[in-house]
């Protein structure tokens, strides 16, 4: 299963509500998780079962969909989230990611 | 606390055979998988394979089936990542990380540098 983000990269300001969006190529229901990258340092999941915020996330993040077509929401983006975001899916394997969508200051 | 302690930074020449590990701690061993996960200079993640220490049970990208090695001691809660035969591609950062089935990856190693260069 392919997964496909958009946009690849975004230059955006602190307070703005930021969307990234994840395509698979075929169905996988809500089996989605969010995961989200500092430089230099491991991934850390934020959002499973394509809308459920993993404990001690903020509210601030925020997930929806099913089936193949998915989003990743920061509603009021912090000086702290400034980063990359992989989708990855757990319908089957192999287990794959998207390609990322790095998040820039403007 | 849950935590997966990985080991140190490797250079390695190509053609050297190479062991990486990655230790639990904090939660039965046995009662979640390990994945592995590549991340080559500047680009993004891929799933390697992924073993349930349980009974050592292992499944594999095709992507990487053949050149990797999965394995576990569940009697000192170590998983392990071999090559054989290193190649100047395999130069990446490698990540462990924890799940059950059909869960995500919440539990992760810091990550283990492996240079590949002659």
């Known amino acids: 299963i392919q997964l496909t983000q958009s946009p690849s990269s975004l230059s955006a300001s602190v307070g703005d509500r930021v969307t990234i969006t994840c395509r698979a190529s075929?169905?996988?229901?809500?089996?989605l998780a969010w995961y989200q990258q500092k430089p230099g340092k491991a991934p850390k999941l934020l959002i499973y079962a394509a809308s459920t915020l993993q404990s001690g996330v903020p509210s601030r993040f925020s997930g929806s969909g099913s089936g193949t077509d998915f989003t990743l929401t920061i509603s009021s983006l912090q000086p702290e989230d400034f980063a990359t975001y992989y989708c990855?899916?757990?319908?089957?394997?192999?287990?794959?990611f998207g390609q990322g969508t790095k998040v820039e200051i403007k | 606390e849950v935590q997966l302690v990985q080991s140190g930074a490797e250079v390695k020449k190509p053609g050297e055979s190479l062991r990486i590990s990655c230790k639990g701690s904090?939660?039965?061993?046995?009662?979640?998988?390990i994945s592995w996960v590549r991340q080559m200079p500047g680009k993004g993640l891929e799933w390697m394979g992924r073993i349930d220490p349980s009974d050592s049970y292992t499944n594999y990208s095709p992507s990487f089936q053949g050149h990797v090695t999965i394995s576990a001691d569940k009697s000192i809660s170590t998983a392990y990542l071999q090559w054989s035969s290193l190649k100047a591609s395999d130069t990446a950062m490698y990540y462990c990380?924890?799940?059950?089935?059909?869960?995500?990856?919440?539990?992760w190693g810091q990550g283990t540098l492996v240079t590949v260069s002659s």
């Open positions: 075929q169905g996988i229901s809500s089996y």
């Open positions: 990380a924890r799940h059950d089935y059909g869960d995500p990856f919440d539990y």
């Open positions: 904090g939660y039965s061993f046995t009662s979640y998988w």
């Open positions: 990855q899916q757990l319908n089957s394997y192999p287990r794959t």
